[in-house]
């Protein structure tokens, strides 16, 4: 089992729509995610961070972490063309304090 | 811009030689990070830095080592580079003293092909 994983994708969302992803990750003490987003052949950048359960929104994106469960989502509202990229979840695990990465979740935002 | 500067942008070389990317960051930070990224593997952490002189290893380090004489430069050397080491590989500065805690900046990358 991979440390953090997140469905590949493609992620087919229509514009306007909402588009939900997942992260799930295996150490029960982990304490800080991560989202970012990285449009092809680009750098990583930085979309959200949350360090709470529950929710987290800044404009249209929203980050919802459930420790017990060990899952964070990141929620897409009106998803738009620009928002088609690659969404990558990172997770500083408890062991070792590594930020570890998964390998992302390609979206593609339709007209 | 979180002011981080990678050179070169592009680079190939021949299996065997010695390879240096150079990181150079303006903001000050005191956290530094290499990582490479390839299909299928994702972001993966090559050495880190706390400050002058003060480096570790991530989980890939074997056959790279790294230097930071200045807090500005990070400089990472690929000792004999070879074709499993083609990939980009992505420098990046905390955005606050917390290492592994914080959110990063990352620079352009830098795209490597060995042949």
């Known amino acids: 089992q991979k440390e953090v994983e997140q469905n590949s994708g493609p992620l087919s969302v229509p514009e306007g729509a909402i588009a939900s992803l997942n992260c799930t990750y295996s150490?029960?003490?982990?304490?800080?995610f991560f989202w970012y987003r990285q449009y092809s052949g680009k750098s990583p950048e930085l979309i959200m961070f949350i360090y709470s359960n529950g929710d987290k929104e800044d404009g249209r994106f929203t980050a919802q972490l459930n420790k017990a469960s060990q899952y964070v989502s990141l929620l897409i509202r009106d998803s738009q063309p620009s928002d088609s990229a690659t969404y990558l979840c990172a997770v500083t695990l408890a062991a070792g304090n590594k930020l570890t990465f998964g390998g992302g979740t390609r979206v593609l935002v339709k007209p | 811009d979180a002011g981080i500067t990678q050179s070169p942008r592009h680079k190939v070389t021949e299996t065997g030689t010695p390879v240096t990317l150079r990181c150079h960051q303006t903001e000050n930070h005191r956290y530094m990070y290499w990582y490479r990224q390839d299909p299928g593997h994702g972001l993966r952490l090559i050495h880190y830095?706390?400050?002058?002189?003060?480096?570790d290893k991530g989980e890939v380090s074997d056959g790279y080592s790294v230097s930071r004489s200045k807090t500005e430069d990070f400089l990472l050397t690929l000792e004999s580079a070879t074709s499993s080491q083609t990939s980009v590989y992505f420098c990046?500065?905390?955005?606050?003293?917390?290492?592994?805690?914080?959110?990063?900046?990352f620079g352009n990358g830098t795209r490597l092909t060995v042949t």
């Open positions: 830095s706390y400050g002058v002189k003060d480096t």
């Open positions: 990046a500065i905390s955005a606050t003293d917390r290492i592994f805690n914080s959110p990063l900046h």
């Open positions: 150490d029960r003490g982990s304490q800080s």
